[in-house]
Each structure stands twice: as C-alpha cells, then as structure tokens.
C-alpha cells in the first residue's frame, strides 16, 4: 500500500513568513497526527484528527499555528508568523486504531522546515 | 501527562556485538510501548512494539522487555550489523479512542565495522 505523503520535503522561510505544509495518510486511516522534530529530540505531538475531528491540540501554538482536516483525508499545517524556534522537521503520522487490530502509527517523510 | 526518558544518547558498538538501548515511563496507565528506528533523513519506521499484558517480545535479533512495576522498557538489538546504524527511539502510550504516543529522546546507535 502506498504510504503517508507529505510535501514540500523542505522549506526555507525568514522570520515572520508564513508557511503551509500538506500531509495525505495512507487511505483509509482515520487517525491522523502532526509532530514537530527538533534536530536531536524525539518528535513531539502538536495536533492529532479523528476523520475531521481534532481529538487533541493541547500541545499546538495555537497564536501561530494551524492545522486542519476538512474532508476527513488529508491535512494542512499552517505557520504564520514563522519564528526562528519553528526550525525544525514536521512529520505526519496515520493510523487505523480498531478494537483487536494494530493501531501502528505510520509516519509520512516529514518537511524540513528551515527559519533564517 | 506522560514523561519519557531514554537512555544512553548514544551508544557505539562493535559489529556483532549485542545493544540495549533502556527507558522509563511516567505514566502507569501507559500499556504500550514501540520502538521506531530512524535513518539519517527518512522517516521514523516502527520496528517492534510491546503491550502491557506481555513482558517480553522477540523478533529475530530484536527484542523488547517491559518491566510494569518499575515502569522501565528496553530494546534489546543482538548480533548487531552496520545497517542497524541509526537513531532509535522508545515511545509510551495510554489507551484510548486514538493512541497518542510521547517519545524518548533518542539514541544514536553506531555499529562498527
């Protein structure tokens, strides 16, 4: 099966610029995550979907950050204003958690985002 | 909320040599546990994962312990060749309607040749 798609695979903004990344999951997963990776750290949760739902975004900057899933298939991260500290890799994850079955989170190739 | 650590942050080892790459976990309601192996540059890969009703977990040269009572799991990599060289990192979860997991730091694994 075709895996998480996400685009564009790097990206170099100023400060202030506004930025928009774009995840597919694997089809039919209904579960869908945005990490955020800084260089040395393991990812780091900032939003997770349930079909178009957001099941949790405590983690997310909402004063800059945002992110949506309108159809229920794939999704948008947005960052606007961008700071130095954004500098990091966006990873997108899928899943199909079903009662008996795997719940793997499969990750997407993530984005490489760079703030000068 | 959950709190993983991960340790050590890097590990050097000969090759054919075994590794163990050890964490510890917060939350006592976390019940599962996977490890993910990321190559330099690519996505990270799920490579074994442990439930909590199961203290041991084997597939071929890995394997993953969990230890529920002193909250503490380790991956466990034998025979280690150089392919194995990557960063690896553990990760907790509580059950739920969608799993939401909470990462390690990570662990630079090199195998030397």
């Known amino acids: 099966e075709a895996g998480v798609a996400q685009s564009p695979r790097y990206k170099i903004i100023e400060k202030r610029q506004s930025v928009a990344f774009w995840c597919n999951p694997i089809s039919g997963h209904a579960t869908l995550y945005w990490y955020q990776q800084i260089l040395g750290q393991g990812p780091k949760l900032l939003i997770q979907f349930q079909n178009n739902g957001v099941v949790d975004d405590s983690q997310l900057p909402k004063d800059r950050f945002s992110a949506e899933r309108l159809k229920g298939v794939d999704s948008t991260l947005k960052i606007q204003p961008a700071k130095l500290e954004d500098s990091a890799v966006y990873l997108c994850a899928s899943s199909f958690p079903v009662t008996g079955s795997s719940d793997t989170q499969y990750f997407g190739p993530g984005t490489r985002l760079t703030v000068l | 909320g959950e709190n993983v650590e991960q340790h050590p942050s890097t590990l050097s080892v000969q090759e054919g040599d075994s590794a163990v790459i050890k964490c510890t976990y917060s939350?006592?309601?976390?019940?599962?546990f996977p490890w993910y192996k990321q190559e330099l540059g690519k996505r990270p890969q799920l490579i074994i994962d442990i439930r909590s009703n199961v203290g041991e977990k084997k597939d071929q040269r890995i394997a993953v312990t969990l230890n529920k009572t002193a909250k503490h799991f380790s991956l466990h990599i034998t025979e280690t060749q150089p392919e194995d060289s990557a960063v690896y990192f553990c990760a907790a979860s509580t059950r739920g309607s969608a799993r939401q997991l909470t990462f390690g730091s990570g662990t630079q694994l090199t195998v030397l040749p």
């Open positions: 939350d006592s309601a976390s019940n599962y």
